[in-house]
């Protein structure tokens, strides 16, 4: 009898083992409107050699949310305590909400993270001064952050566009979804607020990939 559960342990854990293995849901991030600026942004919003105050590390590795908030204005409207992100960036970003755009007054497109030519303008309102962003506004496009290990795993390449499945009572598909790979990053998938709360979806959600 002692042999045979030692047997079913073994076989247990073995099934639990393959089942982690195979495990094909990625977690998912939900962003809100916040704002990633450069030296010489910080330097004009907060003072010559200002440094950020980080406030929490986020999940992708090497990134941060900062205490410092700025006020975003357009020529319709303005919103306040928008927060900022580090580190630094080479040049600074503006990811707001499609909601945001009729509010500010302002038009700004659906891309990716740096794709920011020809792209949406704001003024940015500091502690110190204020900064008129001529291009650098975006509503950020959804896409999934991955490691090569993971692409190989999922079956996809830097740059493929998928759809992802939600589950739960206001579940569905969104398409236009696309892969990241980068083996600096973290497995996730990024939405925002309004993607979000249209599916009922919640930070302990997990997603899964279709492909298209």
């Known amino acids: 009898m002692e042999n045979y559960e ?30 990633h600026l450069s030296r010489e942004d910080v ?8 440094e950020l105050t980080k406030l929490k590390d986020l999940s992708q590795p090497g ?17 306040e305590n928008v927060r900022i992100l580090g580190p630094e960036r080479n040049q600074t970003q503006v990811e707001v909400l499609k909601s945001d755009c009729f509010k500010l007054g302002i038009k700004a497109p659906l891309r990716l993270s740096g794709e920011l030519q020809d792209s949406g303008s ?9 900064k008129m962003i001529a291009s650098g506004v975006i509503v950020a496009k959804r896409h999934i952050h991955m490691p090569s290990k993971d692409a190989t795993t999922f079956d996809v390449i830097d740059g493929e566009n998928v759809s992802i499945a939600f589950g739960g009572d206001r579940g569905g598909i969104l398409n236009e979804v696309i892969v990241r790979v980068d083996d600096h990053a973290g497995l996730e998938c990024h939405i925002d607020v309004e ?13 899964v990939i279709q492909k298209n």
């Open 43 to 50: 330097d004009c919003l907060f003072g010559k050699n200002y």
């Open 6 to 35: 030692d047997l079913l342990i073994e076989i247990l854990k073995k099934i639990a083992q393959e089942s982690k293995q195979t495990d094909l849901s990625i977690p998912v991030g939900i962003s809100n409107r916040h704002i």
């Open 63 to 79: 990134q941060y949310a900062c205490k410092e908030t700025v006020m975003v204005c357009g020529p319709k409207g303005m919103i």
């Open 195 to 207: 993607e979000a709360n249209a599916l009922g979806v919640s930070s302990n959600t997990n997603i």
């Open 122 to 130: 704001v003024t940015l309102i500091g502690p110190k001064s204020s």
